[in-house]
């Protein structure tokens, strides 16, 4: 429906109310407030539907619905996480055996070496003497004179004593060694303290009995076959809970030492 504006209207109103021309004369040309009122309503109403038709909101169909595009779906950017190479393990040619008892397998003259590699001020010679009565009287008694030798580093500092024993003792394992009052045994040549060191530690080892005459006076002292590997030694031997593990580890760098010296030998 078209909607006429408001004058049109009121231009005909004038139509349907009229001024009478009967009027008395002092009220002729002039309205009366009655007249008016018809003409004011209509324009009231006129007006309302004008602005109501105008703001009234359009009214969508439901194919003429609001449609909110979805939103766009987000991808995480993948991880990639950064290539690690773990460092290679180099296991050693040999590994450092367990039980006190067995064979040895380093040379008299790797021995002797690896004493000078870790004590520049000991005599070549005397370190060669030394090496070779570990190999024979740990081979006599059955004692895998590699565990014994690398003992005795630990023991003396790689023949630097400095403790309660001094190297006059030829005392190579400590025995008896207490306090300022009881320094330790005394030997009186290095061969019978190696001959010591050995019985002792295989009275650890083992209940078997000893194949040499008996020079250790502590031998008595020890329970039998109560510690036959090396581990067991820490606690018993010695206090320090890393005992079995420095000679472990020195029995490491032993092989490791004369593996080279050996591959040193074969290239020359």
């Not at 909607?3 to 004369?25: G, T």
């Not at 439901?62 to 290539?83: C, G, N, R």
């Not at 005795?152 to 005392?171: I, Q």
Request: with cysteine.
């Amino acid at each position: 429906m078209t909607i006429r504006k408001p004058l049109d209207f009121l231009q005909n109103a004038n139509l349907w109310f009229k001024v009478s021309d009967e009027k008395p004369p002092h009220r002729r040309g002039k309205r009366d407030l009655k007249d008016a009122f018809p003409l004011f309503i209509i324009t009231i109403v006129l007006a309302g539907m004008f602005f109501s038709c105008a703001g009234k909101p359009a009214v969508r169909t439901p194919s003429e619905e609001l449609v909110v595009p979805p939103a766009p779906e987000y991808t995480a950017p993948e991880y990639i996480a950064p290539e690690y190479a773990a460092p290679e393990y180099a296991a050693p040619e040999h590994a450092a055996p367990e039980h006190i008892m067995g064979r040895g397998l380093v040379k008299q003259e790797y021995l002797a070496l690896f004493l000078g590699e870790n004590n520049a001020g000991v005599n070549p010679d005397y370190a060669r003497e030394l090496a070779g009565y570990y190999i024979e009287e740990a081979a006599a008694e059955g004692v895998n004179h590699d565990v014994a030798f690398a003992q005795m580093c630990l023991e003396t500092g790689y023949l630097r004593f400095g403790n309660l024993v001094t190297p006059d003792m030829n005392n190579f394992c400590g025995l008896g060694a207490i306090d300022a009052g009881h320094p330790g045994e005394r030997f009186p040549d290095p061969k019978t303290g190696v001959r010591a060191h050995i019985q002792h530690l295989k009275g650890y080892a083992t209940e078997e009995p000893l194949k040499q005459k008996l020079v250790d006076p502590r031998y008595w002292w020890v329970k039998k076959g109560s510690s036959p590997t090396i581990r067991g030694l820490t606690g018993k031997w010695a206090m320090d809970p890393n005992y079995d593990a420095k000679i472990g580890g020195i029995l490491v760098r032993l092989y490791d030492f004369s593996a080279a010296r050996a591959a040193r030998g074969r290239a020359q």
